[in-house]
């Protein structure tokens, strides 16, 4: 009876853990808004210093026009050992005019995004390819080369003159 007891504690203490194993991380990551409502932003009456007090600064600015701040978030969850997903973004970008009053609010979300195909070719280098043995021993036999400007008759970290 108290070998059956033990056994049953052992495989619930066992599938909790394989349960928890489980359970998603969720990551969240750049702006998070202090409530739950979303950037408020009134076009024509809002400047960059009313801006800054109410969300503080924006996460990325315009790289070419300052003029053009970026609030971006995400959200991130993976489970176990998967691949990252992310379930949430959001970017809201803000344009302003020449006096500083916002000019033109923006959002984007997840599906507004672009998939990037990166170039699996590689960038070829000059001269040859070498294996791992050649590597190993490609010195082997070879003398030691002078460099312009060296004399060979001057003190090294051995000490004393090198004779030839």
Not at 30 to 52: C, P, S, W, Y
Not at 103 to 128: C, F, K, L, M
Not at 141 to 155: E, H, I, K, M, Y
Request: aromatic fraction near 8%; proline fraction near 4%; charged fraction near 20%.
């Amino acid at each position: 009876m108290k070998k059956l007891i033990h056994t049953s504690i052992l495989a619930i203490f066992i599938s909790g853990l394989a349960i928890s194993g489980c359970a998603p991380i969720i990551d969240r990551h750049g702006f998070i808004a202090h409530d739950a409502r979303a950037i408020e932003v009134a076009v024509g009456n809002d400047n960059k210093t009313t801006l800054t007090s109410r969300y503080g600064n924006p996460t990325q600015m315009g790289v070419f026009d300052e003029q053009v701040w970026y609030y971006i978030s995400s959200t991130q969850s993976q489970r176990a050992f998967f691949k990252v997903k992310t379930t949430d973004r959001s970017i809201t970008a803000i344009s302003f005019d020449d006096d500083d009053k916002v000019s033109e609010v923006r959002q984007y979300a997840v599906n507004d995004g672009r998939i990037i195909d990166y170039s699996e070719r590689q960038t070829p280098t000059r001269g040859r390819e070498v294996t791992f043995l050649e590597q190993l021993f490609g010195s082997v036999g070879r003398s030691a080369v002078t460099l312009p400007g060296q004399d060979p008759n001057l003190p090294t970290a051995a000490g004393g003159p090198r004779t030839q």
